[in-house]
T-cell receptor, first 112, second 112 residues
Framework: GQNIDQPTEMTATEGAIVQINCTYQ??????LFWYQQHAGEAPTFLSY????GLEEKGRFSSFLSRSKGYSYLLLKELQMKDSASYLC?????????????FGTGTRLLVSP | EAQVTQNPRYLITVTGKKLTVTCSQN?????MSWYRQDPGLGLRQIYY???????DKGDVPEGYKVSRKEKRNFPLILESPSPNQTSLYFC???????????FGPGTRLTVT
């Protein structure tokens, strides 16, 4: 089975830094994705971590600790357009098949 | 342009009236998947397909059917829709299992 936890909602101010956490308990872990989803739109890929450590991509960074079952997405220099939901998704390996399991998402509201 | 398309984007229907939501991708992806997204529940996988004529159930398959006769198309069929199938539906494709998925724009279905 799997269990993925993210905060339901977060607020932050334009220009600030925000960290969105994701904890997971799953068998056969084989990587973790972060997706961004604006209201009513499709999720879009942000990052992928399979090894422990930090992956940096512009204003966004993602960290993974496999031993702790923990990841975070770090957003720097927040902009109004960053107001969206952020979905943590775990790749679960099960009897030779890999499956993407999504958390319920964190809604981020960026205010001026 | 590489993309996943879905039709219709919005649909209001009545209980028991069969409907099909189409999904098509132009990236020659082998793996395709259907998700539904409900408030507080996140994205849940309905069905997936690893290649032509190869499909299998996801986490919430009851009340749905799929087919994969061609690589590019993966329609979702609701033989007898019920109000609990009111949801936002996303089709996704990827080159394989457990890798970045590309999502369609979504289909908002309301069953009365």
């Amino acid at each position: 089975g799997q269990n993925i936890d993210q905060p339901t909602e977060m607020t932050a101010t334009e220009g600030a830094i925000v960290q969105i956490n994701c904890t997971y308990q799953t068998s056969g872990f084989n990587g973790l994705f972060w997706y961004q989803q604006h209201a009513g739109e499709a999720p879009t890929f942000l990052s992928y971590n399979v090894l422990d450590g930090l992956e940096e991509k512009g204003r966004f960074s993602s960290f993974l600790s496999r031993s702790k079952g923990y990841s975070y997405l770090l957003l720097k220099e927040l902009q109004m357009k960053d107001s969206a939901s952020y979905l943590c998704a775990v790749v679960q390996l099960n009897t030779g098949f890999q499956k993407l399991v999504f958390g319920t998402g964190t809604r981020l509201l960026v205010s001026p | 342009e590489a993309q996943v398309t879905q039709n219709p984007r919005y649909l209001i229907t009545v209980t028991g009236k069969k409907l099909t939501v189409t999904c098509s991708q132009n990236m020659n992806h082998e793996y395709m998947s259907w998700y539904r997204q409900d408030p507080g529940l996140g994205l849940r996988q309905i069905y997936y397909s690893m290649n032509v004529e190869v499909t299998d159930k996801g986490d919430v398959p009851e009340g749905y059917k799929v087919s994969r006769k061609e690589k590019r198309n993966f329609p979702l069929i609701l033989e007898s829709p019920s109000p609990n199938q009111t949801s936002l539906y996303f089709c996704a494709s990827s080159v394989g299992q457990g890798v970045e998925q590309y999502f369609g724009p979504g289909t908002r279905l309301t069953v009365t």
